[in-house]
């Protein structure tokens, strides 16, 4: 069973930028579509981003259109979320969600996700 482990957070000024990893403990990804979710405090856990196995289909929430970037290396079993021009809205802990084993299509869909890693903490301050 893979298991998502995250890294990269940090504390950031405001219009910095930072790169999320994800990487497979325990297994691979490589045939999963991979989703990147946040949750602030106090609030609900939202879609951030995801990508297909093939990396033809992407989405992104409109809030971060333009300025978060998702990528994925198979070889390499890594996927990654450039975000640039960060903002303090964008304070929250960011997790990594893996679809089942041959599940490639990317969805924006929480409840499609059946691994998550503990998630990595991003502070965007003002």
């Known amino acids: 069973q893979v298991q998502p482990v995250e890294s990269g957070g940090g504390l950031v000024q405001a219009g910095g930028s930072l790169r999320l990893s994800c990487a497979a403990s325990?297994?691979?990804?490589?045939?999963?579509?991979v989703g990147w979710f946040r949750q602030a405090p106090e609030k609900e856990r939202e879609f951030v981003a995801s990508?297909?196995?093939?990396?033809?289909?992407?989405y992104y929430v409109d809030s971060v259109k333009g300025r978060f970037f998702v990528s994925r290396d198979n070889a390499k079993n890594m996927v990654y979320l450039q975000m640039n021009s960060l903002k303090p809205e964008d304070t929250a802990v960011y997790y990594c969600?893996?679809?089942?084993?041959?599940?490639?299509?990317?969805?924006?869909?929480?409840?499609?996700?059946?691994?998550w890693g503990q998630g990595t903490p991003v502070t965007v301050s003002s």
């Open positions: 969600a893996v679809r089942k084993k041959f599940q490639p299509m990317a969805t924006m869909t929480s409840r499609d996700y059946d691994y």
């Open positions: 990508i297909s196995w093939s990396k033809v289909a992407i």
């Open positions: 325990g297994g691979t990804f490589s045939t999963s579509a």
